[in-house]
DNA sequence: GATGAATGAGTATTCATTCAT
DNA sequence: GATGAATGAATACTCATTCAT
């Protein structure tokens, strides 16, 4: 990697961190600068407005998320499983999780609702793909898979997002995404234990 | 109403139609007194702050809304009709066919989040009620009521805001819909028609 | 006068010796707010844009220029008296006298050139009235009279602008005002006295 | 011509059309660079400022215009003609015709008025062998050739810059450059079709 | 000769909010 | 109830110039 690209990449990050901790209104150019300890031309060197490191920012999770996603596409497990896993990969926030200090969502619904548009776009080929195989094998028996997938990330995004759930929430989220798939009762059953299990990390 | 209440019914409804014409942000102080013929002084007069006029526009909006809602479910109907109608008309947006032009969603992300989670929290005892009276006379069969009516919010916010749904979409949201309150295959397909009667006007 | 217009007067005024001074480009808002001791809300509170500053500022010069010209228009004088008075009493630059350090004029072309050219839209009509009456009286004799009067003045500007004339241009410059208006030779000679007066203020 | 001769000269052709076609002032090195396709430290390499290479650009045109009115100078015509050819080849702006998008002069005043002066300097004395030729022929009769000749070019630059000029204008500018050289009358109206030819052009 | 990363002072403009009258 | 003059912190962006490689 040259030089300056690498210094971009370096940027990248702060400014996503910073993104994420104080939101992207609220971060001003002035202060990404100051902790990148750059001169104000030399972020303008990298990126012409903020608007463009935003994006930029966005493409970078979108790809990192993506990547984590086709690996478990790629591992050997059972379709239930698999899907959850890869939807579970894309959640959104799971990068946010090492950073201290994460902005009230409210405050960062321009960056969240970005990615969100981005990552349904992204992830949907990835999961009708699963879904395809799951109808091939038996385990799963829909149709309109795009649309059917399209409306679980919808839901996870809308119901998961705030880490403030119920158990009625998580059974009837099992229940639902059984019935649009057309699976056996059970066999999502599984996801209780893994959203638990993720919430103690 | 008192004069004073009147005049500030009329500064909410101005600025109610700018932030959405323009969006909240995009809507300075200064354009409201203009198109309001009033002096900076008696804009604050009447509120607080400009994120208490957002919230206050919202309210007007969430009122208007939830007593049309009321009134359907005044009405006497099938189940399955009523539930389909009081969705239907919560839609956000709704209000805005009368305005002219309309700022693109993504620049009102602000007061279109809020708007949704407001309505959300109003709407779900409204349907709950709906579904739990279809529940007693067996067209729905299902527990968790609360939570699966929220989903049905969360999918039609998330599917339906843009207007360019396709008919796989709803063909699939018509099936999920039945599955979600466990309801006979065909009670929710009039939906089809609604829908698409809908996009006619 | 109001309060309000009797600020904004004092900050024309100093707008306009800060341009005079440093030059138009080289007079920043920052600086003007500091001379002004205001705040730069203030100072946008009564001007939309530096740009707009300028425009009223020559509009303030025009309208001073203009009046003292009119005066001149109104008193008894020889018809050739007058018009080397009005013109002379239009001479941009005029004003700059009082005010110690003078930019060089290169450095402010802008406000130079734009006073010129509403100068020169100002004076012809003013000029012409005069070279008309001279006509009638005998003592010019030429016609396209606003098209000569026009000349005139694009000379004065392009010669005398920088205050380093000799003697011949003067000389050449009594002789082409004679035989542009059609006067008699000796007509103007007065001029000569006149200039070298002015010099000696 | 050297390599780096070379080079410097492509340079200046290119900063010379971009700063006709945007104007000084909006024509930013940046953007030269990337139109002639060289790296920052190029640029630098061969103008130490953004200033010089305005001097060099306004060095290469005053150039080209002399050397093309001293063609018309050597060649044999009768002395008015002479002359009113030299200011016509003078114009500035003849250059520009070639190029498309030619800024409005009010964004170029910098170039221009610098182009001018030099202009001015440069054609005084050319023009004043030939007024100084028209003497001795008789054809002329006039002293203070040198102030004349300089009225005559001003005249003309504040004049007829534009291209806007009127038929009484016309008839007013052949009048006078015939006084003010003593000129027979008629000796210049072959200007009239002069102008109208170069408008028709 | 040539590169391009780095600089940093400079600039105009926005806007929610306050408060004396 | 109503006014409107005054505030000032905040902000994104520009651009000619330098210099180590």
Redesign the interface.
Known sequence: MKKGEQRKQELLKIAYRMFIEKGYDNTSIDEIIAEAGIAKGTYYYYFPSKEDTLEAVIDMMINEEVARAKEVVASPMPIPQKLAAVIYSLRPGQEEQNIAKVVES?EN??LH?KLNKRLIAEAVPLLSSIVREGNETGVFNC??I???V??IL??C???FDEDDF?E??V???I??TE??FGAQPGTMSFISGLILGGLEQ
Do not use: H, P
């Open positions: 409210n619904i321009v609702d149709e309109q795009e649309e059917r399209k409306m919808i839901i995004s809308g119901l119920t009625n929430e059974t009837a989220f229940d639902v019935k649009i």
